[in-house]
């Protein structure tokens, strides 16, 4: 068993850059009307992120799980996910309280922590 010690998030906002054409659906803050600077907006995303990281600290996922669900747009839709071992096809069901992904393929519920997903 290995224990974690660390994780990387990569965070990619798009901003002011309209149209984006990058071969996936993709949208800058501009093009829903927002407009903000990054220097704000990072004050923003590092301000929510200290926040957030305190609750989850203390009372793990299933401090911010309510409201992750919420905002999280991949309830009920198919998906595909590949994962190191296999690829897992089937609707995104739920999430569990660690935050993992619960897929409802043919053979079951399969529960994803790492993988590309792809709609």
Same mark, same amino acid.
């Given at each position: 068993?290995?224990?974690?010690?660390?994780?990387?998030?990569?965070?990619?906002?798009?901003?002011?850059?309209?149209?984006?054409?990058?071969?996936?659906?993709?949208?800058?803050?501009?093009?829903?009307?927002?407009?903000?600077?990054?220097? $704000?907006?990072?004050?923003?995303?590092? +301000? &929510? @992120?200290?926040? #957030?990281?305190?609750? %989850?600290? *203390?009372?793990?996922?299933? $401090?911010?799980?309510?409201?992750?669900? +919420? &905002? @999280?747009?991949? #309830?009920?839709?198919? %998906?595909? *996910?590949?994962?190191?071992?296999?690829?897992?096809?089937?609707?995104?069901?739920?999430?569990?309280?660690?935050?993992?992904?619960?897929?409802?393929?043919?053979?079951?519920?399969?529960?994803?922590?790492?993988?590309?997903?792809?709609?």
């Amino acid at each position: 068993n290995q224990i974690l010690s660390g994780i990387l998030i990569g965070v990619g906002v798009n901003i002011e850059k309209q149209n984006l054409d990058c071969g996936k659906p993709a949208a800058s803050l501009r093009d829903f009307g927002l407009t903000i600077s990054k220097e $704000a907006f990072l004050e923003l995303l590092i +301000n &929510n @992120f200290d926040e #957030l990281y305190e609750k %989850t600290t *203390i009372r793990g996922f299933k $401090a911010i799980k309510q409201d992750f669900k +919420n &905002n @999280f747009p991949y #309830l009920g839709k198919d %998906t595909q *996910i590949k994962t190191r071992q296999e690829t897992i096809i089937g609707e995104v069901s739920d999430l569990d309280d660690f935050g993992r992904l619960l897929i409802k393929t043919q053979n079951g519920l399969k529960t994803v922590s790492l993988g590309d997903m792809d709609f």
